[in-house]
């Protein structure tokens, strides 16, 4: 069984490199799921909503590589692993395809790996400097 921290290790370089089916494949089939967006999201960013299945990971990852022309980090991420929990602090910059406005958001995401597969992803992110990238 991989550990936590090879499983983290694995989703950074699906997330950068991977298709969204790929990245799906190191979450349960029921995922515990949460974003640090309103609860009534924002127009610009549909792809941030509840998500619960495998699937809808997928749909995730498809929605916001669909929005974005990627960039590459300005800095390493950080990864501190406790047992089956980690947290991963990363630096995102990204170009919004629509708008053509690039943006860097400071984010922290809190995962917990079960049998090898993630089984929760909480993303605690700078969503007002997606939303005004993201806004015309």
Do not use: K
Not at 11 to 34: K, M
Not at 55 to 62: E, I, L, P, S
Not at 66 to 75: K, L, Q, V
Not at 111 to 135: C, K, M, N, W
Request: charged share 20%; net charge negative; hydrophobic share 45%.
């Amino acid at each position: 069984m991989p550990t936590t921290r090879a499983v983290i290790e694995d989703f950074l370089t699906r997330a950068t490199t991977g298709t969204p089916e790929h990245i799906a494949a190191l979450f349960a089939e029921q995922v515990d799921w949460q974003l640090n967006w309103p609860a009534e999201g924002h127009p610009a960013v549909p792809w941030i909503r509840p998500r619960h299945t495998r699937a809808d990971v997928a749909d995730h990852f498809r929605e916001l590589a669909a929005a974005h022309i990627p960039g590459t980090p300005s800095r390493a991420p950080e990864l501190l692993v406790d047992g089956q929990h980690a947290v991963l602090f990363v630096e995102l910059a990204q170009t919004v395809r629509a708008t053509g406005r690039s943006y860097t958001a400071l984010c922290a995401l809190r995962f917990t790996v079960v049998d090898g597969l993630i089984t929760r992803y909480h993303v605690y992110e700078d969503s007002l400097s997606v939303a005004v990238a993201l806004t015309a």
